[in-house]
Protein backbone atom coordinates (compact mmCIF):
# COMPACT_ATOMS: atom_id res chain seq x y z
CA UNK A 1 0.00 0.00 0.00
CA UNK A 2 1.47 3.34 -1.13
CA UNK A 3 0.84 5.94 1.18
CA UNK A 4 0.48 9.78 0.52
CA UNK A 5 -0.25 12.84 2.77
CA UNK A 6 -1.28 16.18 0.99
CA UNK A 7 -0.65 19.30 2.96
CA UNK A 8 -3.26 21.84 2.15
CA UNK A 9 -6.65 21.37 0.89
CA UNK A 10 -7.44 24.00 -0.54
CA UNK A 11 -9.36 24.14 -4.02
CA UNK A 12 -6.31 22.24 -6.47
CA UNK A 13 -5.06 19.96 -3.16
CA UNK A 14 -8.55 18.68 -2.29
CA UNK A 15 -9.15 18.54 -5.59
CA UNK A 16 -6.14 16.06 -6.40
CA UNK A 17 -6.84 14.67 -2.88
CA UNK A 18 -9.73 13.02 -3.92
CA UNK A 19 -8.84 11.84 -7.28
CA UNK A 20 -6.30 9.65 -5.72
CA UNK A 21 -8.06 8.27 -3.11
CA UNK A 22 -10.37 6.81 -5.99
CA UNK A 23 -7.69 4.49 -6.04
CA UNK A 24 -7.97 1.83 -3.44
CA UNK A 25 -4.16 0.68 -3.66
CA UNK A 26 -3.57 4.35 -2.65
CA UNK A 27 -4.21 5.25 1.81
CA UNK A 28 -4.24 9.25 1.52
CA UNK A 29 -4.10 11.80 4.37
CA UNK A 30 -4.78 15.07 4.60
CA UNK A 31 -3.33 17.78 6.58
CA UNK A 32 -5.25 20.54 7.68
CA UNK A 33 -5.72 23.22 10.04
CA UNK A 34 -9.62 22.37 10.75
CA UNK A 35 -11.21 19.45 10.72
CA UNK A 36 -13.51 18.47 7.98
CA UNK A 37 -15.85 15.38 6.64
CA UNK A 38 -14.85 14.22 3.70
CA UNK A 39 -14.37 15.47 0.49
CA UNK A 40 -16.82 16.39 -2.33
CA UNK A 41 -15.93 17.45 -5.83
CA UNK A 42 -18.37 18.74 -8.24
CA UNK A 43 -16.05 17.64 -11.40
CA UNK A 44 -16.83 17.90 -15.64
CA UNK A 45 -17.88 14.09 -14.82
CA UNK A 46 -19.83 14.10 -12.51
CA UNK A 47 -19.28 14.67 -8.37
CA UNK A 48 -16.94 12.19 -6.69
CA UNK A 49 -16.56 11.64 -2.61
CA UNK A 50 -13.44 10.56 -0.57
CA UNK A 51 -12.60 9.78 2.85
CA UNK A 52 -9.19 10.14 3.55
CA UNK A 53 -8.36 10.34 7.28
CA UNK A 54 -7.79 14.13 8.26
CA UNK A 55 -5.37 15.03 10.81
CA UNK A 56 -4.77 18.33 12.34
CA UNK A 57 -1.98 17.89 14.78
CA UNK A 58 1.47 16.85 13.27
CA UNK A 59 1.76 15.22 16.34
CA UNK A 60 -0.02 12.00 14.95
CA UNK A 61 1.52 12.24 11.83
CA UNK A 62 4.18 9.15 10.94
CA UNK A 63 6.80 9.19 7.60
CA UNK A 64 4.65 8.24 4.27
CA UNK A 65 6.26 7.66 0.75
CA UNK A 66 4.95 10.87 -0.48
CA UNK A 67 4.29 13.99 1.08
CA UNK A 68 2.07 16.34 -1.11
CA UNK A 69 2.51 20.24 -0.41
CA UNK A 70 -0.19 21.87 -1.84
CA UNK A 71 -0.15 25.27 0.74
CA UNK A 72 0.54 28.89 -0.78
CA UNK A 73 4.21 30.00 -1.34
CA UNK A 74 3.35 32.25 1.86
CA UNK A 75 2.78 29.08 3.85
CA UNK A 76 6.09 27.54 3.63
CA UNK A 77 6.95 28.13 6.90
CA UNK A 78 3.81 26.79 8.70
CA UNK A 79 3.89 23.78 6.68
CA UNK A 80 7.38 23.08 8.69
CA UNK A 81 6.10 20.57 11.41
CA UNK A 82 4.42 18.67 8.74
CA UNK A 83 7.12 18.20 6.87
CA UNK A 84 9.54 17.08 10.03
CA UNK A 85 6.89 14.40 10.85
CA UNK A 86 5.37 13.25 7.18
CA UNK A 87 9.55 13.12 6.06
CA UNK A 88 11.47 9.89 6.29
CA UNK A 89 14.11 8.55 4.17
CA UNK A 90 12.83 7.36 1.04
CA UNK A 91 10.03 10.14 1.35
CA UNK A 92 9.28 11.81 -1.85
CA UNK A 93 7.94 15.76 -2.08
CA UNK A 94 5.78 16.76 -4.89
CA UNK A 95 5.99 20.84 -4.84
CA UNK A 96 2.06 21.98 -6.20
CA UNK A 97 2.44 25.67 -6.25
CA UNK A 98 2.41 28.55 -8.60
CA UNK A 99 5.57 30.15 -9.54
CA UNK A 100 8.85 29.20 -10.66
CA UNK A 101 11.04 28.59 -7.51
CA UNK A 102 9.25 25.32 -6.41
CA UNK A 103 12.45 23.54 -5.27
CA UNK A 104 14.64 26.01 -3.13
CA UNK A 105 12.39 25.95 -0.36
CA UNK A 106 12.82 22.30 0.72
CA UNK A 107 16.40 21.92 0.03
CA UNK A 108 17.07 21.70 3.51
CA UNK A 109 15.11 19.09 4.09
CA UNK A 110 15.20 16.62 1.57
CA UNK A 111 17.78 15.88 -1.83
CA UNK A 112 16.86 17.51 -4.83
CA UNK A 113 15.90 14.34 -6.46
CA UNK A 114 13.68 13.31 -4.01
CA UNK A 115 11.92 16.83 -4.76
CA UNK A 116 9.40 16.83 -7.50
CA UNK A 117 8.34 20.05 -8.74
CA UNK A 118 4.58 20.32 -10.78
CA UNK A 119 3.53 22.85 -12.44
CA UNK A 120 -0.71 22.66 -12.18
CA UNK A 121 -3.27 23.84 -14.18
CA UNK A 122 -6.52 22.35 -12.41
CA UNK A 123 -9.37 25.56 -12.54
CA UNK A 124 -11.26 24.67 -8.65
CA UNK A 125 -12.72 26.71 -6.46
CA UNK A 126 -13.41 25.55 -2.84
CA UNK A 127 -16.99 26.40 -1.66
CA UNK A 128 -16.49 25.21 2.33
CA UNK A 129 -13.76 23.54 3.64
CA UNK A 130 -14.04 20.00 1.73
CA UNK A 131 -16.42 21.20 -0.66
CA UNK A 132 -15.01 22.06 -4.27
CA UNK A 133 -15.78 22.76 -7.93
CA UNK A 134 -13.43 21.77 -10.45
CA UNK A 135 -13.81 23.24 -13.68
CA UNK A 136 -11.66 21.22 -15.93
CA UNK A 137 -9.93 18.28 -15.92
CA UNK A 138 -6.82 20.24 -16.34
CA UNK A 139 -3.28 18.88 -16.08
CA UNK A 140 0.21 18.61 -14.28
CA UNK A 141 3.58 18.64 -15.50
CA UNK A 142 6.54 17.58 -13.55
CA UNK A 143 10.34 17.15 -14.91
CA UNK A 144 10.73 14.11 -16.83
CA UNK A 145 13.41 11.94 -14.07
CA UNK A 146 12.69 9.26 -12.15
CA UNK A 147 10.60 10.41 -9.39
CA UNK A 148 8.50 12.10 -11.99
CA UNK A 149 8.32 9.46 -13.85
CA UNK A 150 6.77 8.10 -10.21
CA UNK A 151 4.18 10.48 -10.32
CA UNK A 152 2.64 10.53 -12.99
CA UNK A 153 1.95 6.65 -12.22
CA UNK A 154 0.29 7.62 -8.98
CA UNK A 155 -2.03 10.00 -10.84
CA UNK A 156 -2.86 7.40 -13.96
CA UNK A 157 -6.13 6.34 -12.73
CA UNK A 158 -7.74 10.16 -12.95
CA UNK A 159 -8.78 12.05 -15.49
CA UNK A 160 -6.31 14.67 -15.05
CA UNK A 161 -3.60 14.84 -17.61
CA UNK A 162 0.01 14.60 -15.48
CA UNK A 163 2.89 14.61 -17.48
CA UNK A 164 6.48 14.31 -17.40
CA UNK A 165 8.30 16.63 -19.35
CA UNK A 166 11.87 16.88 -20.83
CA UNK A 167 11.67 20.96 -20.84
CA UNK A 168 10.56 21.73 -16.85
CA UNK A 169 11.88 24.81 -17.24
CA UNK A 170 9.74 25.97 -20.10
CA UNK A 171 6.59 24.51 -18.90
CA UNK A 172 6.92 26.24 -15.28
CA UNK A 173 7.47 29.82 -17.11
CA UNK A 174 4.27 28.98 -19.50
CA UNK A 175 2.27 28.86 -16.42
CA UNK A 176 3.44 31.89 -15.17
CA UNK A 177 2.36 33.76 -17.88
CA UNK A 178 -0.72 32.61 -17.53
CA UNK A 179 -0.92 33.32 -14.09
CA UNK A 180 0.81 36.65 -14.16
CA UNK A 181 -2.06 38.10 -16.14
CA UNK A 182 -4.44 37.00 -13.56
CA UNK A 183 -3.57 39.56 -11.45
CA UNK A 184 -5.33 41.93 -13.57
CA UNK A 185 -8.93 39.73 -12.10
CA UNK A 186 -7.20 40.69 -9.08
CA UNK A 187 -6.79 44.26 -9.44
CA UNK A 188 -10.37 44.83 -10.76
CA UNK A 189 -11.93 42.12 -9.11
CA UNK A 190 -13.48 40.74 -11.67
CA UNK A 191 -13.48 36.92 -12.98
CA UNK A 192 -12.35 35.23 -15.84
CA UNK A 193 -14.91 37.35 -18.55
CA UNK A 194 -12.91 40.58 -18.05
CA UNK A 195 -10.41 39.41 -20.73
CA UNK A 196 -13.29 40.45 -23.42
CA UNK A 197 -12.45 43.88 -22.78
CA UNK A 198 -10.25 44.99 -24.87
CA UNK A 199 -8.48 47.55 -22.68
CA UNK A 200 -8.26 44.56 -19.93
CA UNK A 201 -7.04 42.56 -22.36
CA UNK A 202 -4.03 44.63 -23.94
CA UNK A 203 -2.42 45.13 -19.67
CA UNK A 204 -2.91 41.27 -19.77
CA UNK A 205 -0.83 41.15 -22.72
CA UNK A 206 1.62 43.27 -21.44
CA UNK A 207 2.12 41.24 -18.28
CA UNK A 208 2.86 38.08 -20.14
CA UNK A 209 5.26 39.93 -22.19
CA UNK A 210 7.50 40.79 -19.45
CA UNK A 211 7.33 37.49 -18.43
CA UNK A 212 8.30 36.15 -21.69
CA UNK A 213 10.97 38.11 -21.87
CA UNK A 214 12.27 37.43 -18.17
CA UNK A 215 11.41 33.89 -18.82
CA UNK A 216 13.96 33.87 -21.95
CA UNK A 217 16.41 35.62 -19.90
CA UNK A 218 16.23 31.94 -17.72
CA UNK A 219 16.31 29.95 -20.60
CA UNK A 220 12.68 29.06 -21.06
CA UNK A 221 11.78 28.79 -24.82
CA UNK A 222 8.39 30.65 -25.15
CA UNK A 223 7.11 32.00 -28.36
CA UNK A 224 6.21 35.44 -29.55
CA UNK A 225 2.45 33.90 -29.81
CA UNK A 226 2.34 33.33 -25.57
CA UNK A 227 0.32 36.39 -24.51
CA UNK A 228 -2.24 35.74 -27.44
CA UNK A 229 -2.56 31.95 -26.30
CA UNK A 230 -3.34 33.38 -22.59
CA UNK A 231 -6.11 35.79 -23.67
CA UNK A 232 -7.76 33.54 -25.74
CA UNK A 233 -7.17 30.99 -22.83
CA UNK A 234 -9.40 33.37 -20.85
CA UNK A 235 -11.65 33.85 -22.84
CA UNK A 236 -12.89 30.36 -23.76
CA UNK A 237 -12.81 29.88 -19.95
CA UNK A 238 -15.85 29.91 -17.73
CA UNK A 239 -16.43 33.92 -17.68
CA UNK A 240 -17.13 34.09 -14.34
CA UNK A 241 -14.12 31.90 -12.98
CA UNK A 242 -11.77 33.34 -10.38
CA UNK A 243 -8.56 32.49 -9.73
CA UNK A 244 -6.62 32.47 -6.44
CA UNK A 245 -5.28 35.44 -6.28
CA UNK A 246 -8.80 36.97 -6.75
CA UNK A 247 -10.18 34.70 -4.45
CA UNK A 248 -7.52 35.30 -1.52
CA UNK A 249 -8.32 39.04 -2.08
CA UNK A 250 -12.02 38.30 -1.96
CA UNK A 251 -11.85 36.72 1.07
CA UNK A 252 -8.97 38.93 2.80
CA UNK A 253 -6.34 36.47 2.89
CA UNK A 254 -2.67 36.94 2.13
CA UNK A 255 -1.88 36.89 -1.70
CA UNK A 256 0.92 35.20 -3.79
CA UNK A 257 1.80 38.20 -5.51
CA UNK A 258 5.28 37.37 -5.22
CA UNK A 259 5.50 34.18 -6.74
CA UNK A 260 3.14 35.64 -9.48
CA UNK A 261 4.29 38.40 -10.49
CA UNK A 262 6.94 39.85 -8.07
CA UNK A 263 9.40 37.12 -9.31
CA UNK A 264 9.20 38.49 -12.71
CA UNK A 265 10.08 41.97 -11.23
CA UNK A 266 13.10 40.56 -9.05
CA UNK A 267 14.28 38.62 -12.22
CA UNK A 268 13.95 40.85 -14.59
CA UNK A 269 16.21 43.35 -12.33
CA UNK A 270 19.05 40.35 -11.74
CA UNK A 271 19.25 40.35 -15.65
CA UNK A 272 18.45 44.00 -16.64
CA UNK A 273 14.62 43.55 -18.19
CA UNK A 274 12.42 45.99 -17.16
CA UNK A 275 9.33 44.88 -15.92
CA UNK A 276 6.94 47.89 -15.72
CA UNK A 277 3.93 47.17 -15.80
CA UNK A 278 4.37 43.66 -13.62
CA UNK A 279 6.03 46.10 -11.05
CA UNK A 280 2.73 48.44 -11.10
CA UNK A 281 0.44 46.12 -11.01
CA UNK A 282 2.30 44.42 -7.69
CA UNK A 283 2.24 48.00 -5.88
CA UNK A 284 -1.64 48.64 -7.05
CA UNK A 285 -2.48 45.88 -5.48
CA UNK A 286 -0.38 46.01 -2.30
CA UNK A 287 -1.68 49.07 -2.03
CA UNK A 288 -5.40 48.47 -2.20
CA UNK A 289 -5.28 45.67 0.46
CA UNK A 290 -3.04 47.69 3.12
CA UNK A 291 -4.88 48.30 6.27
Not at 44 to 51: N, R, T, Y
Not at 99 to 125: C, K, N, T, Y
Not at 223 to 239: F, K, N, Q, T, W
Not at 258 to 284: E, F, K, S, Y
Request: aromatic fraction near 4%.
Amino acid sequence: MTTIALIGPGAVGGTIAAWLAQNPALTVIVCARTPFAGLEIQTPGGPIIADPAVLTDAAAATPVDWVLIATKAYDTASAGAWLDALVGPQTRLVVLRNGVEHVEPFLDRLPVARIVPAVVDIPAERDAPGRIRQRRDGWIKVPDDAAGRAFVALLAHTPIAAEAVADFKTAAWRKLALNCAGAVNALILKPSGIAHDDGAAAVMRTLVAECVAVGRAEGADLPDSLADEVIDGYRSAAPDGINSLHADRLAGRPMELDVRNGVIVRRGAAHGIATPANAMVVALIQAATRP
